[in-house]
């Protein structure tokens, strides 16, 4: 089964922190993305990445930045967490048949 | 850009049929998918239909691809309480990029 797996599914964070969100799969995808997630929005997506080292920005990029040193493993930084990042994100990796998700990972700045 | 409409609520009985339906409108769009999100949990990929396909039937679920009018639908047969959930369509146009629909909420009432 593929796997998608997500570092956390519960953080809480001050306002000012920086952020670290961590995605690694285990299917040797070209694709990763983060979206997040709010009610009556749907999922937005801030970034993805096509091949290691590789990313474009997604629809909502501001605040937010990403790495991809490997192939397997996706990063997502919130350079300085504030209040309207409070979310529910989540990663996703993806062939031509269809993107796997993580569980997601609902993310507090207080 | 791409867009992906569907309708936010659908309310059913148990063991009657369901049908989600949804709209896009890239008309490159390669594959479109079904995805189906659980209170609290990832999204979890149901099913997917090819573009050169009209239909598809998997089990309880069928897809309908009427390409023509960009409408994508998913029948639910004998819908159990167990269905309950949000789901997603979703389509890759160019890139590999997914656009997703602002998702349908389906109660099944006992």
């Known amino acids: 089964d593929v796997k998608v797996t997500q570092s956390s599914r519960y953080l809480v964070k001050r306002t000012g922190e920086k952020v670290f969100l961590e995605c690694v799969q285990d299917m040797d995808h070209e694709n990763m993305f983060w979206y997040r997630q709010d009610p009556g929005l749907g999922l937005r997506l801030i970034y993805f990445s096509y091949d290691v080292k590789m990313k474009e920005k997604g629809d909502i990029p501001e605040g937010y930045s990403v790495s991809r040193e490997k192939k397997e493993r996706f990063s997502l930084i919130l350079e300085s967490a504030s209040t309207n990042q409070t979310s529910m994100y989540l990663c996703?990796?993806?062939?031509?048949?269809?993107?796997?998700f993580g569980q997601g990972t609902r993310l507090t700045v207080v | 850009g791409e867009d992906v409409e569907q309708s936010l609520f659908l309310s059913v009985r148990e063991g009657d049929s369901s049908v989600i339906n949804c709209t896009y409108t890239?008309?490159?769009?390669?594959?479109l998918y079904w995805y189906k999100q659980e209170p609290g949990a990832g999204l979890q990929l149901l099913t997917y239909?090819?573009?050169?396909?009209d239909m598809k039937q998997d089990q309880r679920l069928t897809v309908l691809l009427n390409k023509k009018d960009k409408h994508l639908s998913l029948r639910i047969a004998d819908t159990q309480t167990g269905d309950s959930a949000i789901y997603f369509c979703a389509e890759t146009g160019a890139g590999n990029m997914l656009t997703f629909g602002g998702g349908t909420r389906l109660m099944v009432k006992p």
């Open positions: 239909i090819f573009s050169n396909m």
């Open positions: 996703a990796s993806s062939y031509q048949g269809g993107a796997f």
């Open positions: 890239d008309s490159s769009s390669t594959y």
